[in-house]
C-alpha cells in the first residue's frame, strides 16, 4: 500500500468518523479526491469491513434524528433516504425507528403549537392551513385529518 493509498484510507475514516455517510456521500468525496474506479470500491468495502461505513446505522440515525429534532413525518424522511441513495432493506429499518404512539403525538402537538401560531383565522381556512403544514413536514394526509377531526 502505498502512503497516497495509505492518506487517503485515512482521510476517508475520518470523514466516516465525523458523521454518519452513505457509500454515494464517500464515493463523491473519493471523486473530489481523485480516487476512481477499483481503488475507490476497495477503499469503500475496507471501510465497510473496519465498520466505518454502514449503512443502515446512517439510516436508522437519520430517521430517528430528523423525526425527533425536525419533527418530520415519515413521507418527508423516506424522500430524504431515497435522494441519499438508501433504499429497501435499510429504508424499512430506518421507518422502524420511529414508533407509532410518539408519531401521533408529535403530529398532534406540532399541530396544537401551529394552531395557537394562527389565532384569528375562520375555521375552515384554519384547518386548511393546519392540513398543509403538517402535510409540508411529511405526515401522511389520511392521518393528518383524523387527528383534526378528533378535535
Not at 420511529?98 to 402537538?109: C, F, K, S
Not at 401560531?117 to 411529511?138: F, M, N, T, W
Request: glycine letters at 6%; a positive charge; one cysteine or more.
Amino acid at each position: 500500500m502505498t502512503d497516497q493509498t495509505k492518506d487517503i484510507l485515512r482521510r476517508a475514516a475520518s470523514f466516516c468518523a465525523y458523521q454518519e455517510r452513505t457509500q454515494r456521500e464517500v464515493r463523491e468525496r473519493l471523486k473530489e479526491w481523485e480516487v476512481y474506479g477499483d481503488e475507490a470500491e476497495e477503499l469503500i468495502v475496507w471501510l465497510i469491513e473496519q465498520n466505518y461505513l454502514n449503512e443502515e446505522r446512517f439510516a436508522k440515525t437519520f430517521a430517528g434524528s430528523k423525526f425527533r429534532v425536525k419533527r418530520w413525518g415519515r413521507h418527508k424522511i423516506r424522500q430524504h433516504l431515497k435522494q441519499r441513495g438508501i433504499t429497501g432493506y435499510n429504508l424499512e429499518q430506518a421507518m422502524k425507528e420511529i414508533e407509532p404512539d410518539d408519531y401521533r403525538q408529535t403530529l398532534v402537538d406540532l399541530l396544537e403549537k401551529k394552531k395557537r401560531s394562527l389565532q384569528g383565522e375562520s375555521p375552515l381556512v384554519l384547518k386548511q392551513k393546519l392540513v398543509r403544514y403538517a402535510i409540508s413536514k411529511g405526515y401522511e394526509s389520511e392521518m393528518v385529518w383524523a387527528v383534526l377531526g378528533e378535535e
